[in-house]
């Protein structure tokens, strides 16, 4: 299996603009989940899928964030507007068990 | 919410043993976890131990566990300059998929 893949892996945009974030769990897994790690505050879990239905977006930092999970295969994380705070590395995971498997990240530089 | 600390730094020389130390204060935790993030890279999941267990061993890794006192460890024997990353502490409850995460530690491997 290819892993988790992400895209892009480097993204750099400016203020305002809004940012989608890829994500293809590892085929059969039923769980996904999107990180954010930054210097400051370490990783930090955003929301989580099961069986494509979000079951905690506690970690959602606030309304410009959203996540959608349309199938078992594609998921999206967009930022609108994105802000120079939301600088940071964006990780998704998947897992079927306990051990999530996590993706190579999307360096987002917002400016 | 659930607290991980783990300290920021360890340099050993290569050969030697490394212990890497975390501690959680969530009692009800009981899934712990480590994890290895090489630079540019993703979080490698190297092994995890459920809260019923007192050490786990893996090849050169062992994981020791101390519910009462709430501290886990990762040893690293014969280490090598492949292992300098940085090592991650996660816990998880029982019924929550969420994992909370240390602010890891850099291990530094010296020839």
């Known amino acids: 299996d290819a892993g988790v893949i992400q895209s892009p892996r480097h993204e750099v945009t400016e203020m305002g603009q809004e940012v989608t974030l890829r994500c293809k769990p590892i085929s059969g897994h039923d769980y996904l989940f999107w990180y954010r790690q930054t210097m400051m505050r370490g990783l930090e879990l955003l929301i989580y899928?099961?069986?494509?239905?979000?079951?905690?977006d506690s970690g959602m930092p606030e309304d410009r964030f959203s996540a959608k999970m349309p199938n078992a295969s594609f998921s999206t994380l967009k930022i609108q507007p994105s802000e120079p705070r939301d600088s940071a590395v964006y990780f998704c995971?998947?897992?079927?068990?306990?051990?999530?498997?996590f993706g190579p990240g999307t360096r987002l530089t917002v400016t | 919410g659930e607290d991980v600390e783990q300290s920021l730094f360890l340099s050993v020389r290569e050969g030697d043993s490394s212990v890497i130390n975390c501690t959680y204060t969530?009692?009800?935790?009981?899934?712990l976890y480590w994890y290895k993030q090489e630079p540019g890279a993703g979080l490698q999941l190297l092994t995890y131990i459920f809260s019923n267990m007192d050490m786990k061993q893996d090849q050169r890794l062992t994981v020791l566990l101390n519910k009462k006192d709430k501290h886990l460890s990762l040893r690293i024997a014969d280490t090598q300059t492949g292992d300098s990353a940085i090592y991650f502490c996660?816990?998880?409850?029982?019924?929550?998929?969420?994992?909370?995460f240390g602010k890891g530690t850099l291990l530094t491997v010296n020839p």
């Open positions: 899928f099961n069986n494509n239905v979000p079951i905690d």
């Open positions: 995971a998947s897992s079927t068990t306990r051990e999530q498997y």
């Open positions: 996660a816990v998880a409850g029982g019924s929550n998929y969420k994992l909370t």
């Open positions: 969530d009692s009800s935790s009981t899934y």
